[in-house]
Each structure stands twice: as structure tokens, then as C-alpha cells.
């Protein structure tokens, strides 16, 4: 049995952060499948074949509850207009990068 397990919250609007890269895809389709709201962000940064994030951004933008953002994560104006524009109460963080910027940040607090 898995501890603290709880079950998800359609009523949720996600954000999800690096939603064209692989795990983003995946998690975004898999909530939208769900009829969760997704709002999704990435760069499309060119670390492998833009074109692949692309195509995984034309199979999302199908679902009606899915929303896209071009823009990155450091980006303080573009992140506080996604905010004002959306009520979010889930934030997905997924790029490598970053996640290791806010561990180190994080870190120096303590
Ligand atoms: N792929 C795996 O098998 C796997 C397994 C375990 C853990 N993870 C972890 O999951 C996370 C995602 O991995 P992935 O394989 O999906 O990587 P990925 O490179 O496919 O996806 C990352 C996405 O984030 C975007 N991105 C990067 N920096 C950004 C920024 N500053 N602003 C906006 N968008 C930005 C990229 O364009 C890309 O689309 C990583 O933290 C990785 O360590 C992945």
C-alpha cells in the first residue's frame, strides 16, 4: 500500500513546467486524458530536436483543456502574466536546470 497516496484532483488546474520535453508530455497527457486542466510551459530550448517537442506540443494542443505558453521559467513578467491569467493551484516543475537552481537557492536559506 502505498503511504500518503491521494487520489487527483480533477478540479485542479495544473501548471506544468517543460511540458513539450518527455516527462511533461507524458504527465500533461495523462492529466488531460483525466479532463484535468493543464496550463503548460517551455522554452522549446534546442538541447535535442525542437521538432519532436513540437510534434508532442501538436498532439496536446488538441485537448480543449490545454493551454500553452512559449516562455521560460526565469522569466519573471511572462511567469507573473500566467499567474494573473490563470488560477493555479498545482505547479509542476520539471526542467533539470532549474530544479537544481531552486535546491541550491533553497539550500543557502537554511
Ligand atoms: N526522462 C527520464 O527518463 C527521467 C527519469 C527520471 C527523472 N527525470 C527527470 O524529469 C525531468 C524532466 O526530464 P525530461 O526527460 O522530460 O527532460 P526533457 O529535456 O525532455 O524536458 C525538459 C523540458 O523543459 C524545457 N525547459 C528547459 N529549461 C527551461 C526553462 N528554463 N524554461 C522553460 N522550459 C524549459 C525544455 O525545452 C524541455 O522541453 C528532469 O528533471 C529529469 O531529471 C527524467
Redesign the pocket.
Known amino acids: 500500500m502505498i503511504e500518503n497516496y491521494k487520489p487527483l484532483d480533477k478540479n485542479k488546474r495544473y501548471l506544468i513546467?517543460?511540458v513539450?520535453?518527455?516527462?511533461?508530455f507524458h504527465l500533461a497527457k495523462r492529466l488531460l486524458d483525466e479532463d484535468c486542466f493543464v496550463i503548460g510551459?517551455?522554452?522549446?530550448?534546442n538541447?535535442?530536436d525542437v521538432n519532436l517537442?513540437k510534434d508532442r506540443l501538436n498532439i496536446i494542443k488538441q485537448y480543449n483543456k490545454f493551454k500553452f505558453y512559449y516562455?521560460?521559467?526565469?522569466d519573471k513578467q511572462a511567469l507573473e502574466k500566467i499567474f494573473k491569467e490563470n488560477k493555479i493551484e498545482k505547479f509542476i516543475i520539471?526542467?533539470?536546470?532549474?530544479?537544481q537552481k531552486i535546491s541550491k537557492n533553497s539550500r543557502k536559506k537554511v
Open positions: 513546467t517543460g513539450a520535453g518527455f516527462i511533461g510551459l517551455d522554452n522549446l530550448n538541447y535535442y517537442k516562455a521560460d521559467l526565469q520539471l526542467p533539470e536546470e532549474e530544479k
